[in-house]
């Protein structure tokens, strides 16, 4: 019988890497989605390599900053089977950016490829549903630092006074807030509070010289991307599900800033949808 798939974005490095070979041992089919064949080949051959009872690894590609290519990546995965669960996990920071960036879409591209792209994937999607599926996405446990930041209405994307940590974290909003309304409309979803988790190599790699100076002492603090990935399979995995807002170890957790207010998560889902041409 046909399980359904387990869709897995940003599977080429850090979290996500980690996560498609736990699943794969698991004995899931992980559909990896990563910007292009060339990105997914390592991990392509590590989650294989890894696999145990009857678990396989396909690669999707897809550039999420490209609404287009994430609409193809839902009909080829549509192919594969029905979807039991997607995991919501690629993220860019764009730390070193002066000024926002726009899509081909028209949208700021930190706002588009951490939150309109999973929207889109995901409601997508939604019709290959298998029966009783999951969906996780990744909060970040630093916006606990930011307990005043809200979505903007009038500048949703913030490209106004633009800022790379704003850019993220009003992101990371937007997706806690989609998790909490896909909850009110009837999906088992889970929002993972994912801490500081070591990055790998070539991730660090592109940071301009002061930031990889700086980020050195905090590497030897920061979680094993191993530990969080091993959440993010349970999450998909475990008999019962977990919904809500969750640390690393599966326990609830408060939602942060106000994105559990179904004021907004409507509000957020009908304007993401009209950004992304939906409505
Ligand atoms: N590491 C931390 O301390 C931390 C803390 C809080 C939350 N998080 C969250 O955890 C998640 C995983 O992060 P990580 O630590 O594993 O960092 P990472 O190694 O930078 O992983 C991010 C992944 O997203 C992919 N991605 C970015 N832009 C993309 C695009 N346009 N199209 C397709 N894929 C794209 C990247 O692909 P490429 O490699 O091809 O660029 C990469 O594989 C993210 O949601 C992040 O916000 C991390």
């Known amino acids: 019988m046909d399980v359904g798939t387990v869709v897995l974005t940003g599977a080429a490095t850090g979290i996500g890497r980690r996560a498609a070979v736990a699943l794969a041992r698991a004995g899931q089919h992980v559909v990896v989605v990563t910007r292009s064949d060339a990105r997914a080949a390592g991990v392509l051959g590590e989650a294989t390599a890894a696999g145990r009872f009857g678990a396989r690894v396909t690669s999707v590609p897809a550039d999420l900053a490209d609404l287009g290519q994430v609409r193809r990546a839902i009909d080829e995965i549509a192919e594969l089977g029905p979807v039991r669960a997607v995991i919501n996990n690629a993220a860019i920071l764009a730390i070193a950016r002066r000024r926002p960036r726009r899509t081909v879409?028209?949208?700021?591209?930190?706002?588009?490829?951490?939150h309109v792209a999973p929207f889109v994937l995901t409601t997508g999607l939604r019709p290959h549903f298998a029966a009783h599926p999951r969906v996780v996405?990744?909060?970040s446990k630093g916006l606990a630092a930011l307990p005043w930041l809200r979505l903007d209405p009038d500048d949703v994307d913030s490209s106004r006074r633009w800022s790379p940590v704003r850019a993220y974290y009003r992101s990371k909003?937007?997706?806690?807030?989609?998790?909490?309304?896909?909850?009110?409309?009837g999906v088992a979803a889970a929002a993972l509070r994912i801490p500081s988790v070591r990055l790998d190599d070539e991730r660090v790699a592109t940071y301009p010289p002061l930031l990889r100076l700086g980020y050195r002492p905090k590497l030897r603090l920061a979680a094993d991307p191993r530990a969080v990935a091993a959440r993010y399979a349970a999450l998909v995995t475990d008999e019962s599900p977990t919904t809500g807002h969750v640390d690393e170890r599966g326990r609830p957790l408060r939602w942060p800033n106000r994105t559990d207010d179904p004021e907004l998560g409507g509000w957020l889902w009908d304007r993401t949808a009209q950004m992304a041409g939906q409505r």
């Open 137 to 139: 996405t990744a909060g």
């Open 105 to 114: 879409d028209g949208i700021e591209e930190v706002f588009a490829v951490n």
């Open 173 to 185: 909003i937007a997706q806690l807030a989609f998790t909490a309304e896909l909850i009110r409309r």
